[in-house]
């Protein structure tokens, strides 16, 4: 006489679960036929009836009770002995500053999760020198960064530009002396990208400290700008919106617009995985000029010493 098998094992759960060989039929997505047949060569096996025909429907009988918990059990160990032999889900882990992971990457992160269900993932927003730090302790794959960085362990790659616009409120707009030494500025902490570029970008014409309200959010820079606390550097990316409606206006003159790279770093002793290189298939495809980002990306994981 033939051993039961998985699939009549299978059969048996999906009648006992939905109460008909119709139900489970539909549910495991063979024929009436087949179930019945399956079912009746598992009972034959045992040599006992697990099941009380009732009218059209089929109730569990005592034997087909005490079956219950072995055959799920029976299955879930299958389950598990397929899973060794499957890929491993993706994983990738980043950090991202403010700009980045607040308003460039969440619908590219949707795309990535689209394409690939299973994967894990997890971005950390920090500033800039909150990305190098995880970067050298190795607690992210990667980063994406507004700020310049430079360190012997670390390879850095130019990804895409951001345009950085000086607005404030319409009604602060309107009471600007023309020296912007005495504006009300608010600005990102130090150690941000945001705010290196802008020091490195103004110079000499930086704000004194005591002229600016520092915020450790570029959400929170967004919002008090919008509220009328001063004049402040923000993406334009962010700001899209509240110059449309006229929330915020741009303030004209010198250093109106700041163009500012946006990198790609990665420690140069990272082995690339699976994650990372699917989610930079992604990237590349959201950047213009793309095959250029194609090359050096390619050429950062090819050469991790270059």
Partial sequence: MNETTLKQWRLFLAVAETGSVAAA?????????????????????????????????LVLN????????????????????????QSPPLEVMLAATHTLGNYYLPPLLST???????????????????????????KVDLALVEGPVSHALLRVRHWRDDVLLRVAAPSVVETLKPDPAHWPWVMREP????????????????????????????????????????????????????LADGRLGTV????????????????????????????GAVLREAVPSSACFAHAFLHLLINPDA
Wanted: aromatic letters at 4%.
């Fill in 62 to 85: 005592d034997r087909g009770r005490a079956l219950i918990p072995e055959a799920r059990a029976l299955l879930t160990q299958l389950a598990r002995c397929e899973r060794l032999f």
């Fill in 191 to 242: 150690g941000s990208g945001t705010r290196a570029v802008i020091e490195r970008s103004l110079g000499a014409d930086f704000p004194e400290p005591e002229r600016i309200l520092e915020l450790g959010a570029g959400e929170a820079v967004r919002q008090a700008l919008m509220a009328g606390a001063g004049v402040g550097y923000v993406s334009e990316t962010s700001v899209s919106a509240a």
């Fill in 112 to 138: 990535f999760r689209q394409r690939h269900p299973r994967a894990r993932v997890r971005m950390d927003v920090v500033n800039t020198r909150q990305a190098v730090a995880l970067l050298l302790e190795l």
């Fill in 25 to 57: 039929a539909e549910r495991v997505a063979l024929t009436q036929p087949a179930v019945s047949q399956g079912l009746a060569q598992l009972e034959q096996r045992l040599d006992a009836r697990l099941f009380d025909r009732v009218g059209r429907g």
């Fill in 252 to 279: 004209p003159g010198p250093h109106q617009r700041l163009v500012r790279p946006l990198y790609w770093v990665r420690h140069a002793r990272h082995e690339p995985g699976a994650g990372e290189t699917a989610l």
